[in-house]
Nanobody
Framework: QVHLVESGGGLVQAGDSLRLSCAASARTFSHYAMGWFRQAPGKEREFLAA???????YYADSVKGRVTISRDNTKNTVYLLMNSLKPEDTAIYYC?????????????????WGQGTQVTVSA
């Protein structure tokens, strides 16, 4: 069982940057591929980025160039840096983990989920 806890969300202004963190309880965190998703009110959960156990990354076209996913296996933590935030980035952001080693964009491929952190971008 893996327990994931996101942090770093909050209220920011358009154009700001924000870094989200996701701390994992897994002893073998480095064996998990990790991903970030978001869900806005009334919308489906959307894939943003994923990172493999060795650091290969994969991004959704909608955010490519504005977000960066990274991981620190010594801290059991995965990060999502978001730049040039827009009001349409307002959503709950979720961290997810999967026991496979590669990157996957589908939420159904992930076994573990955090509780989410709210990001609100004001115009």
């Amino acid at each position: 069982q893996v327990h994931l806890v996101e942090s770093g969300g909050g209220l920011v202004q358009a154009g700001d940057s924000l870094r989200l963190s996701c701390a994992a309880s897994a002893r073998t965190f480095s064996h998990y591929a990790m991903g970030w998703f978001r869900q806005a009110p009334g919308k489906e959960r959307e894939f943003l980025a994923a990172i493999s156990w060795i650091g290969n990354t994969y991004y959704a076209d909608s955010v490519k160039g504005r977000v960066t996913i990274s991981r620190d296996n010594t801290k059991n933590t995965v990060y999502l840096l978001m730049n040039s935030l827009k009001p349409e980035d307002t959503a709950i952001y979720y961290c997810a983990g999967r026991t496979g080693l590669d990157t996957r964009p589908s939420s159904t491929d992930y076994d573990y989920w955090g509780q989410g952190t709210q990001v609100t971008v004001s115009a």
